[in-house]
């Protein structure tokens, strides 16, 4: 299967502890976009890559909170100092610029929940 | 800013029902329009679109018009069966800088069929 993956699909924490959400976008995909969905509501969006370079960042997106995409490929998004506002669900997607709308393919997301 | 308003769940219907479920929105500008739908454990996945005014979208028995005036997108399907079981979310895009596009969801209509 050549899909969006992540890793790891659930991560229990305790308040105050870091973490760090991996997102393996389809192949040739040079487009990744982490969103976060809350319990009870739609995605929102946090991010957005293209290749390596981050373009945009939400005002959602804190100081504790950043995302890198080192080569063009993979990327992570690490939490500092987690709250327990922070449980949710982190949705990664991937798309490609050459496609006709770019359309986003979604991956199974990582539930976090922030004891 | 960018909204999307959809109907609140959950909603329950018996198999061959029809099935309406309705989506507005708030935007600047003409967006493009979006039905995705989350399977139990599984990501979310485009299920149709379409891009500009009066445009239809259709996949798999569900269809959609693209409505400026009323600004509505509401999701329709004639004869729903118990796979159609999902959350389903209506979404808009906005292009982003580099040319890629930010997702805003609603907060998603969960349907149930029975047989």
């Known amino acids: 299967d050549t899909g969006v993956s992540q890793d790891p699909r659930h991560k229990i924490t305790k308040r105050g502890q870091n973490v760090t959400f991996r997102c393996d976008p389809i192949s040739e995909h040079n487009r990744l976009y982490w969103y976060r969905q809350t319990l009870g509501q739609g995605p929102e969006f946090l991010t957005y890559f293209q290749n390596e370079a981050q373009l945009e960042k939400s005002r959602l997106l804190s100081d504790r909170f950043s995302a890198e995409r080192p080569k063009g490929s993979f990327s992570t998004l690490e939490i500092q100092r987690t709250e327990q506002g922070d449980s949710a669900m982190y949705l990664c997607a991937s798309s490609l610029s050459a496609a006709s709308y770019n359309e986003q393919f979604f991956g199974p997301g990582t539930r976090l929940t922030v004891l | 800013g960018n909204s999307v308003t959809q109907m609140e769940g959950p909603v329950t219907l018996s198999e061959e029902a029809f099935l309406t479920i309705n989506c507005t929105y708030t935007a600047t500008g003409y967006p493009s329009l979006f039905w995705y739908v989350q399977y139990p454990g599984e990501g979310l996945q485009l299920l149709l679109k379409?891009?500009?005014?009066?445009d239809k979208g259709s996949n798999k028995g569900f269809e959609a018009t693209y409505r400026k005036e009323t600004t509505s997108f509401h999701l329709e399907k004639g004869s729903v069966q118990v796979s159609d079981s999902a959350v389903y979310f209506c979404?808009?895009?906005?292009?982003?800088?580099?040319?890629?596009?930010?997702?805003?969801f609603g907060t998603g209509t969960q349907l149930k069929v029975e047989l």
């Open positions: 979404a808009l895009s906005e292009r982003l800088t580099g040319g890629g596009n930010k997702l805003t």
């Open positions: 379409a891009t500009k005014a009066d």
